[in-house]
């Protein structure tokens, strides 16, 4: 980032296609998480971390095989 201005660093520079520039960046912040849960996840272990939860708010998984949201351990939910 280096400006030390959030909004300069992720302003788009003139000229480049928007489409284009937004592709790119939610592309390097993907990765960029990706890397970062990577990291993280070798610590959730079950006994510790029995919910995925965050502050109180408990996140539930859902999708095909599970139509209503279950309740899995915190290391499940960023293995599914």
Known sequence: LGSGDMKLAV???AGEDESEWMAVHCVDCYNELSLLVGAVVDCLVDEKY?????????YRWADKEHP???SVTAREYFDL
Do not use: I
Not at 50 to 58: A, H, I
């Open 50 to 58: 029995p919910k995925m939860q965050v502050k109180g708010n408990e």
């Open 11 to 13: 302003q788009r520079p």
């Open 68 to 70: 209503t949201a279950v």
